[in-house]
């Protein structure tokens, strides 16, 4: 009789970890969602609202339902004309009541079901790219050499996209006669007429007011990630497999660090901040996320598909959700993976 008890509460035991074990599996597959984009083949970038899905890849913009992920419309091509883009689209900034879209030498005006609306002229030719729109004005950057040395300089850029108010100048990570950094710190923002702008030392994200007059700072203390010699042979590797013909100037010409900066990227949606790292851990990426007004509420870690040493595949966040597209190598298609954020 007791060994027939002992048996029952040994097949109990197994039946509640074999269900505890099944729901774990199940709670990982609803929290996640992939869905197949056969019309897309290199895209660049995506952006999530809260019914559409927009992806760019080379001249093209698509728009697609994110109730159930159909086509609605897709525009843009390579060319001059209204509609038309002279190369491979910078960026999108979807906008409640329009998206603005940077491309060489102009930044286009549509609405949100991609009708044309407008256009205007970028005067700056290569020297501006990626404006954010704040009130009537911009913001954006340029690339400008001061004796012997190349600045990356932020200014606030009027309703012609003329410069108007020089904002925050850093060293660009090329310099003549010297090896090219292998990272900088590069991301700028803009919500509600104010500017965010990332700082190249340190974690620090400067506040500014529509007329460029700092607010205040979002800091953070940060023990920055040291870049190792495992770090260092990933990228030699990459490069190797990926650029031969440039390899060994890649190689010689490169400046290896000895730590990551602090700020990889940043994100600016929902009213938060999510602030990535370059920091690590089974396979999933450290976020630190402030409020609009820089009070920090979160750091999780989000599991991003790296595409190679350097780069994440696209990704956009609303909503506590991770969308990221990324390329099924077996299948030979690019995937919407949307995976919640808990």
């Given at each position: 009789?007791?060994?027939?008890?002992?048996?029952?509460?040994?097949?109990?035991?197994?039946?509640?970890?074999?269900?505890?074990?099944?729901?774990?599996?199940?709670?990982?597959?609803?929290?996640?969602?992939?869905?197949?984009?056969?019309?897309?083949?290199?895209?660049?970038?995506?952006?999530?609202?809260?019914?559409?899905?927009?992806?760019?890849?080379?001249?093209?913009?698509?728009?697609?339902?994110?109730?159930?992920?159909?086509?609605?419309?897709?525009?843009?091509?390579?060319?001059?004309?209204?509609?038309?883009?002279?190369?491979?689209?910078?960026?999108?900034?979807?906008?409640?009541?329009?998206?603005?879209?940077?491309?060489?030498?102009?930044?286009?005006?549509?609405?949100?079901?991609?009708?044309?609306?407008?256009?205007?002229?970028?005067?700056?030719?290569?020297?501006?790219?990626?404006?954010?729109?704040?009130?009537?004005?911009?913001?954006?950057?340029?690339?400008?050499?001061?004796?012997?040395?190349?600045?990356?300089?932020?200014?606030?850029?009027?309703?012609?996209?003329?410069?108007?108010?020089?904002?925050?100048?850093?060293?660009?990570?090329?310099?003549?006669?010297?090896?090219?950094?292998?990272?900088?710190?590069?991301?700028?923002?803009?919500?509600?007429?104010?500017?965010?702008?990332?700082?190249e030392e340190g974690f620090i994200i400067d506040v500014l007011n529509s007329m460029g007059e700092k607010i205040f700072s979002i800091s953070q203390k940060y023990k920055n990630l040291k870049f190792t010699t495992f770090h260092k042979m990933k990228f030699l590797e990459f490069w190797k497999s990926?650029?031969?013909?440039?390899?060994?100037?890649?190689?010689?010409?490169?400046?290896?660090?000895?730590?990551?900066?602090?700020?990889?990227?940043?994100?600016?949606?929902?009213?938060?901040?999510?602030?990535?790292?370059?920091?690590?851990?089974?396979?999933?990426?450290?976020?630190?996320?402030?409020?609009?007004?820089?009070?920090?509420?979160?750091?999780?870690?989000?599991?991003?598909?790296?595409?190679?040493?350097?780069?994440?595949?696209?990704?956009?966040?609303?909503?506590?959700?991770?969308?990221?597209?990324?390329?099924?190598?077996?299948?030979?298609?690019?995937?919407?993976?949307?995976?919640?954020?808990?």
């Amino acid at each position: 009789m007791k060994k027939i008890i002992t048996d029952q509460k040994r097949k109990f035991t197994k039946t509640i970890f074999f269900l505890i074990i099944l729901l774990f599996f199940v709670s990982d597959v609803y929290a996640s969602k992939i869905v197949s984009f056969p019309d897309i083949f290199e895209p660049s970038s995506i952006v999530v609202d809260n019914s559409q899905i927009y992806i760019v890849e080379g001249t093209t913009i698509y728009i697609y339902s994110l109730e159930d992920f159909t086509l609605k419309k897709k525009f843009g091509r390579k060319g001059e004309g209204p509609q038309e883009f002279k190369d491979d689209i910078w960026s999108v900034e979807v906008k409640p009541n329009y998206i603005l879209v940077n491309s060489l030498n102009k930044v286009s005006f549509f609405t949100r079901d991609g009708d044309f609306l407008n256009e205007k002229i970028n005067p700056t030719v290569l020297g501006g790219s990626m404006f954010k729109p704040v009130g009537n004005q911009f913001v954006g950057y340029s690339i400008e050499r001061e004796n012997r040395t190349f600045y990356v300089v932020y200014s606030i850029f009027d309703s012609k996209l003329k410069k108007a108010k020089e904002l925050y100048r850093m060293k660009w990570m090329v310099q003549p006669g010297r090896k090219r950094k292998l990272f900088e710190t590069f991301w700028y923002g803009t919500f509600d007429n104010k500017i965010f702008i990332a700082r190249e030392e340190g974690f620090i994200i400067d506040v500014l007011n529509s007329m460029g007059e700092k607010i205040f700072s979002i800091s953070q203390k940060y023990k920055n990630l040291k870049f190792t010699t495992f770090h260092k042979m990933k990228f030699l590797e990459f490069w190797k497999s990926s650029y031969p013909e440039t390899y060994e100037i890649r190689k010689t010409r490169t400046e290896f660090p000895n730590y990551f900066p602090a700020i990889k990227t940043c994100l600016l949606v929902d009213k938060k901040i999510y602030v990535q790292t370059y920091k690590e851990k089974d396979k999933k990426t450290e976020f630190f996320i402030f409020s609009i007004d820089g009070k920090l509420t979160n750091k999780i870690l989000i599991p991003l598909v790296r595409k190679n040493p350097r780069e994440d595949y696209p990704y956009w966040i609303k909503t506590q959700k991770l969308y990221q597209l990324v390329y099924d190598l077996d299948k030979y298609v690019w995937e919407l993976h949307i995976t919640e954020i808990k």
